[in-house]
């Protein structure tokens, strides 16, 4: 059963341009969640989405960003015109169901770099 | 929203001593507490958790504890080796995982 599967790992975009971050989560779970990290600090959340549902997204930037969880393949993290401040580590991870207290797996990023 | 803190931000010990990192939490309702251990360049790996009807939880080197009351959980490396230097993350889970700052773990050997 493989882990949270996310690519690219390494992602260089020009000011500008859009980035495109993919994960697939792991067998049987539908719930997915999307973190950004950025150098020497913390996760934060971004979005929470279920298949073809976005259950919370208050971390997300008013502009520019946005996800989403088809009802087939992966989940798409969508970053518009990116700007240098967008670069940082994307992190996805995924449960198996609904709940307060479901184990939550992470992927092993997306760096992406804004030149 | 739920908000989480962590104490210290960086930790130095001697390989074989112990590791203890410090979180509170800001809401009472949240009930699953998972630690993270993340190695540079990596994703965070799930380490070992604990949900509210439990005060502690023991998984070899590796203990956790919870004071709902108080709103505080805990960390506990005994018997530390190089290899658990990394940086650690507490969290709290009510809708979401919301974590900690994280804590820069460093075992000299």
């Given at each position: 059963n493989a882990g949270v599967m996310q690519n690219p790992r390494h992602l260089v975009r020009r000011r500008g341009q859009e980035a495109r971050l993919r994960c697939s989560p792991m067998k049987g779970h539908s719930h997915v969640y999307w973190y950004r990290q950025l150098p020497e600090e913390g996760l934060k959340f971004m979005v929470y989405l279920q298949k073809e549902n976005i259950i919370d997204e208050s971390g997300m930037p008013k502009e520019r960003f946005s996800a989403e969880f088809p009802k087939e393949g992966p989940s798409i993290l969508r970053i518009q015109q990116v700007v240098r401040?967008?670069?940082?580590?994307?992190?996805?991870?995924?449960?198996?169901?609904?709940?307060?207290?479901?184990?939550?797996?992470f992927g092993q990023g997306t760096r992406l770099t804004v030149v | 929203g739920e908000n989480v803190e962590q104490h210290p931000s960086t930790l130095s010990v001697q390989e074989g001593d112990s590791a203890v990192i410090k979180c509170t939490y800001s809401d009472s309702a949240s009930n699953y507490f998972p630690w993270y251990k993340q190695e540079l360049g990596k994703g965070p790996?799930?380490?070992?958790?604990?949900?509210?009807?439990?005060?502690?939880?023991?998984?070899?080197?590796?203990?956790?504890?919870?004071?709902?009351?108080?709103?505080?959980?805990?960390?506990?490396?005994?018997?530390?080796?190089?290899?658990?230097?990394?940086?650690?993350?507490?969290?709290?889970?009510?809708?979401?995982?919301?974590?900690?700052?994280?804590?820069?773990?460093?075992?000299?050997?």
């Open positions: 401040g967008d670069s940082a580590a994307y992190f996805c991870a995924s449960s198996p169901r609904e709940g307060t207290n479901t184990e939550a797996f | 790996q799930l380490i070992i958790d604990i949900r509210s009807n439990v005060g502690e939880k023991k998984d070899q080197r590796i203990a956790v504890t919870l004071n709902k009351t108080a709103k505080h959980f805990s960390l506990h490396i005994t018997e530390t080796q190089p290899e658990d230097s990394a940086v650690y993350f507490c969290a709290a889970y009510y809708d979401k995982v919301i974590f900690g700052p994280g804590t820069s773990l460093s075992v000299i050997p």
